[in-house]
């Protein structure tokens, strides 16, 4: 079944570490996105990724990084820049067509707590 | 700025009721919305969208209604049944940007037998 994958499901990370959260899509989608969702609130932009080789920051970029090397995966890394990384990552991937809104089919997370 | 928000973060409603949650958008030039259902620990599950040239689209047991006029989305789900509880989030999104969603804080739905 076509899908997106994330991986693992939990992650703990201790102080001064990077972290690498991996989303996998099978939908043939050219667009991608990185989300951070904090408890009892929306979803909230970190990354995407409209094409291979070329990414942009969403609302809140700092202390992520991502790559987007091969259209069916973007990997996001948390660095210890991140001084509250503790939250609900989700993966998102959807079509592009000139502009116009198109659902995003997201992946079921990566849940990443401090040690 | 760009937002949008939800009237009411808890609904309660019995078993075979419809439900009526809602949603209020700010961006006047939004013309894209969505309804979410997010169960616990998953990631949100696409419901139903709607474009500005549409005041009214039906699935399956969901209609959702866009208000133009005051910038008001619903979402109506019939004959609830407890598979409906969840989290429901609208998102809305502009025409010439990147499919950029931007999502509400979300509506929790509980169905009571």
């Known amino acids: 079944d076509g899908g997106i994958t994330q991986s693992p499901k939990y992650l703990f990370r201790k102080e001064g570490q990077n972290v690498t959260l991996s989303c996998e899509q099978n939908?043939?989608?050219?667009?991608m996105y990185w989300y951070r969702q904090d408890p009892g609130q929306g979803l909230r932009l970190i990354y995407y990724s409209q094409i291979v080789n070329d990414f942009q920051k969403g609302d809140i970029a700092e202390g992520y990084s991502v790559s987007r090397e091969k259209k069916e995966s973007f990997p996001l890394t948390v660095t210890s820049a991140q001084k509250n990384p503790t939250a609900f990552y989700l993966c998102?991937?959807?079509?592009?067509?000139?502009?116009?809104?198109?659902?995003?089919?997201f992946g079921d997370g990566t849940r990443l707590s401090i040690l | 700025g760009e937002s949008v928000g939800l009237h009411l973060p808890t609904l309660s409603v019995q078993e075979g009721d419809n439900s009526i949650i809602n949603c209020a958008y700010s961006n006047s030039a939004s013309d894209y919305f969505i309804w979410y259902k997010q169960e616990s620990g998953k990631g949100p599950q696409f419901i139903i969208d709607i474009r500005s040239n549409m005041d009214k689209r039906q699935g399956q047991r969901v209609t959702v209604l866009l208000n133009k006029t005051v910038k008001h989305l619903s979402l109506q789900i019939a004959a609830t049944q407890p598979g409906d509880s969840a989290v429901y989030f609208c998102?809305?999104?502009?025409?010439?940007?990147?499919?950029?969603?931007?999502f509400g804080a979300g509506t929790r739905l509980a169905v009571h037998p």
């Open positions: 939908l043939n989608h050219d667009a």
């Open positions: 998102a809305e999104s502009l025409t010439g940007g990147y499919n950029k969603l931007i």
């Open positions: 998102a991937s959807s079509i592009v067509r000139g502009g116009r809104g198109q659902p995003q089919h």
